[in-house]
């Protein structure tokens, strides 16, 4: 599974199969949809823990990736390489900044911000609004490339 997802970053974890004494280490690979970005690595067995995990840093924000792994068994000088596991996530994008309230009338307010660096259409904001006081809440999703919303 991915795990404390940001936009730099995600903690890969997985459990390791059970009953392999010969396990030594696990092979990674991940790599972005669009093939731009490759990594091959190996990750250690650490056998006194159930649930691996390893932190893939250095990731592009707003990108989906691939991830593979393989556990890779070792005896004397044979290797085998297990069949692959294999997960996609997405690093999160870079959050918008200067949130300001640009106008406010009786029935509506309007709010502006500054997009991240690389912001497309195809990305999204949620935005939410609540007040406790009159029992009023919603939630919009907007495209990426607006910078402004009126509630």
């Known amino acids: 599974t991915m ?8 903690t890969l974890k997985w459990v390791a199969p059970e009953g392999h004494k010969r396990l030594r280490a696990f092979r990674i690979l991940i790599s972005s949809f669009d093939n731009k970005i490759k990594r091959e690595l190996a990750v250690k ?3 006194d823990k159930v649930v691996n995990s390893f932190l893939i840093d250095d990731l592009a ?3 989906s990736y ?6 890779v068994c070792v005896f004397e ?28 009338l009786p029935n509506s307010l309007t709010i502006k911000w500054e997009p991240p660096l690389q912001a497309q259409a ?10 406790a006081s009159i029992g009023y809440s919603a939630d919009y999703s907007i495209a990426g490339d607006k910078s402004t919303f009126n509630f």
Not at 3 to 10: G, H, I, N, R, S
Not at 122 to 131: C, G, V
């Open 122 to 131: 195809s990305h999204k904001y949620r935005l939410a609004i609540e007040s």
């Open 3 to 10: 795990e404390e997802v940001t936009p730099k970053d995600a």
């Open 66 to 71: 691939t991830v593979v792994i393989k556990s």
């Open 45 to 47: 067995h650490n056998a």
């Open 61 to 63: 924000q707003a990108t």
């Open 77 to 104: 000088s044979l290797k085998t390489i297990s069949d692959e596991e294999k997960l996609t996530f997405s690093s999160l994008p870079n959050s918008a900044t200067n949130l300001t309230l640009e106008n406010r």
